[in-house]
């Protein structure tokens, strides 16, 4: 897992992984403000924590993920996009003002989170043996 965070760069490499963070964490926050329109605070903070769970589990199982090796994958999809699209800041807060709903928040989040990951990793793991 050290591969992920040590990449030597020059500076046309760093260059091209901002500009892929940039456009990656760009759809990614539109995104999550797209579910905050469409679906009430805590459904819309649940789901696109499940959601990039889910999409996390899938990258980082389809196979070896790192800086290295596929840039794209790596700085577009899981530092950009997924990353401007889940949510943990909004997720405390909602927690934090919602003491009705705190527990259910707690449970729901973490619950559908690892669940995602695990799906995702299922899928994945199919996938590369050819069942999907």
Excluded: C, D, W
């Amino acid at each position: 897992m050290n591969e992920i965070f040590s990449i030597k760069t020059n500076s046309k490499t760093l260059a091209l992984h901002t500009l892929l963070i940039l456009l990656g964490g760009s759809l990614g926050a539109i995104s999550r403000h797209t579910f905050a329109f469409l679906l009430p605070s805590l459904q819309a903070t649940i789901a696109v924590n499940t959601i990039g769970s889910f999409l996390i589990g899938i990258i980082l199982y389809r196979g070896s993920i790192h800086a290295k090796s596929h840039p794209f994958r790596y700085f577009f999809l899981v530092i950009g996009f997924i990353a401007s699209f889940t949510t943990y800041s909004t997720f405390a807060l909602i927690t934090f003002m919602s003491p009705r709903f705190a527990i259910f928040n707690i449970l729901m989040t973490y619950g559908l989170g690892l669940f995602g990951v695990i799906s995702g990793k299922f899928l994945a793991t199919n996938f590369n043996r050819g069942k999907y």
